[in-house]
């Protein structure tokens, strides 16, 4: 069964940093496109940043210049790095992959962490 589980999230006042950590566990052949996604209280999920298996990468332009990800192939883990922090980045940020696993080879699925609170408040 392959998981993913977001760490890093917390309380950080505003132009802090935080660093989210999303680690992806199980039966892993291998793991194509990485994102962070997030939802802020009666808001719809957005995309905040995509990475593809070959390194390029998408930000939304309400993070652009403020976030950076990431990716340890060899710990099949993927971060967001977060300067700059606004109240308005207040929401649940979760890990998003494609993963091909050892079970299922050929067939590429979606995999979703459970999410991780990050509030940006004085």
């Known amino acids: 069964q392959v998981q993913l589980v977001e760490s890093g999230g917390g309380l950080v006042q505003p132009g802090g940093s935080l660093r989210l950590s999303c680690a992806a566990s199980?039966?892993?052949?291998?793991?194509?496109?990485t994102g962070w996604y997030r939802q802020a209280p009666g808001k719809q999920r957005e995309m905040v940043a995509v990475?593809?298996?070959?390194?390029?990468?998408n930000y939304d332009d309400s993070v652009k210049g403020r976030f950076t990800i990431s990716r340890d192939n060899a710990k099949n883990t993927v971060y967001l790095q977060m300067n700059n922090l606004k109240p308005e980045d207040t929401a649940v940020y979760y890990c998003?992959?494609?993963?091909?696993?050892?079970?299922?080879?050929?067939?590429?699925?979606?995999?979703w962490g459970k999410g991780t609170l990050v509030t940006v408040s004085s």
């Open positions: 199980g039966r892993i052949f291998s793991i194509y496109t």
């Open positions: 998003y992959a494609i993963i091909e696993s050892m079970n299922m080879k050929g067939v590429r699925m979606n995999y």
């Open positions: 990475m593809s298996s070959g390194g390029s990468e």
